[in-house]
């Protein structure tokens, strides 16, 4: 190939990749947070000149800034996740907290309180207690990825865990099997097109207006779920009801995976009331067919050029993780519905339960009678020799009845569903951003 044809090949890809690249980093702008804080000395008074960095745990990312004179900095832009807060000044040992959790879009307060002496000692602090939310956003709940990995999660659709904030319901339950994309959430009362839902800031909803995601999350490539109720900022805009907010996890400066699987057999469950009440040896043997694996893993690290031993680990990071659902089972009619087949007797030409006036064909009486002589068969009985061949090949394409009573058949059909879900996720993080506090 040629220098100019290559050109011609790579520059468009190159653009291609440009324009992915910074429609993603846009997305997920709303889905960072900010760190804002004073910091003292052991009387109370206020440090100034104090340098304050907050480090991510995951990525060794850090953003820094310095205090005003009346001791307050704040780091806007900082991504979710577990932070580290580090905070030198001269006279005082160094200060480390860890410990803190930043959600997504809301505003934490770290305060510190710095001790006399050398820079060169260190006083480690361990935080116990969740950093104060001040931001109007906050009026909902935050699902972690502690909870999303612990919670029984039937399915494995994060946006059910939005359940869990008052006020929010649903046609689904968490307990409850739900692969489908009709998510049908509703807060406060609200519709369900009223709900709007994000991923990484993207609106993830379809454009029916009904509630619908544009997909299925993959609970394992999940940082966080944020539910928000009432009372949010202006830029939560398109829905007056609630805002479900999905944060997807991504890569550290260390490789990290995993892999996993959850199934059910119906070798393992007990056969249900209806099933055990029909005559059909084959439905009151043994539950019904069911087999559910839900299957797949996830990686992430660092990407980085091993030119040397302490290649730079912390500005590039990627995340992919694949998740499979392979669910069969049979689906039974309603048995609340009017499901009926000609009976055994009928196939004989004993139609003599349709002269009960309650039969469940008709509704009504109906008497039998002789074409020929337009008579009626005694007792609704047509004797074996006038039975009519073509009758009785209508008659033996419907099914035998399989439960006893008026409604005396119930049919099962296989209802496959297969899924395959991909997440994954790039994140560059820029040479370290200074940022300096301002009077207000």
């Not at 653009?15 to 889905?31: W, Y």
């Amino acid at each position: 190939m040629s220098t100019q044809s290559a050109r011609k090949f790579f520059q468009p890809l190159a653009a291609s990749f440009l324009l992915v690249f910074s429609a993603a980093t846009g997305f997920a702008q709303s889905d960072l947070t900010a760190v804002a804080g004073t910091i003292h000395d052991p009387t109370g008074a206020v440090v100034s000149g104090a340098t304050v960095t907050v480090r991510n745990q995951a990525t060794g990312a850090e953003r820094k800034a310095t205090t005003n004179a009346n001791g307050n900095y704040s780091i806007p832009s900082v991504p979710a996740g577990n932070v580290d807060l580090i905070v030198e000044a001269a006279g005082f040992k160094r200060y480390e907290q860890s410990g803190n959790s930043l959600q997504a879009n809301v505003t934490a307060t770290l305060d510190a309180t710095l001790t006399l002496g050398q820079s060169t000692e260190t006083v480690q602090v361990t935080s116990e207690a969740p950093p104060v939310q001040a931001d109007s956003a906050t009026l909902g709940r935050d699902i972690t990825t502690k909870q999303i990995q612990n919670l029984q999660l039937n399915g494995r659709n994060p946006y059910f865990l939005s359940l869990l904030k008052p006020g929010v319901s649903g046609n689904q339950a968490i307990g409850g099997f739900s692969f489908s994309l009709n998510n049908g959430l509703n807060v406060n009362g609200s519709r369900n097109g009223d709900t709007l839902i994000t991923q990484d800031g993207a609106v993830a909803v379809r454009t029916r207006s009904n509630g619908t995601s544009i997909g299925v999350a993959d609970a394992d490539s999940t940082q966080e779920v944020q539910v928000l109720t009432s009372n949010y900022n202006a830029e939560y805009g398109r829905a007056s009801g609630g805002q479900i907010r999905l944060v997807t996890k991504s890569g550290t400066r260390d490789f990290h995976g995993s892999a996993y699987e959850y199934f059910r057999n119906s070798a393992l469950d007990a056969n249900s009331w209806a099933r055990n009440n029909s005559p059909d040896p084959t439905l009151n043997s043994q539950p019904a067919p069911l087999r559910f694996n839900q299957f797949g893993y996830n990686v992430g690290g660092p990407i980085f050029v091993p030119r040397h031993f302490n290649a730079d680990r912390n500005k590039v990071f990627f995340m992919f993780g694949q998740e499979f659902l392979r669910y069969r089972t049979a689906a039974s009619n309603d048995l609340s519905s009017d499901q009926f087949v000609p009976s055994l007797a009928m196939r004989r030409g004993d139609f003599s339960e349709l002269l009960n006036p309650n039969n469940a064909f008709f509704g009504r009486a109906r008497v039998i009678t002789n074409p020929a002589t337009n008579t009626p068969y005694p007792n609704n009985v047509i004797p074996a020799n006038q039975l009519s061949p073509n009758g009785l090949a209508l008659l033996n394409v419907f099914p035998t009845p399989n439960r006893s009573g008026l409604l005396n058949y119930q049919q099962s059909a296989s209802a496959p569903q297969d899924q395959r879900k991909d997440t994954g996720s790039i994140d560059i993080v820029p040479a370290t951003i200074t940022t300096f506090a301002f009077e207000c």
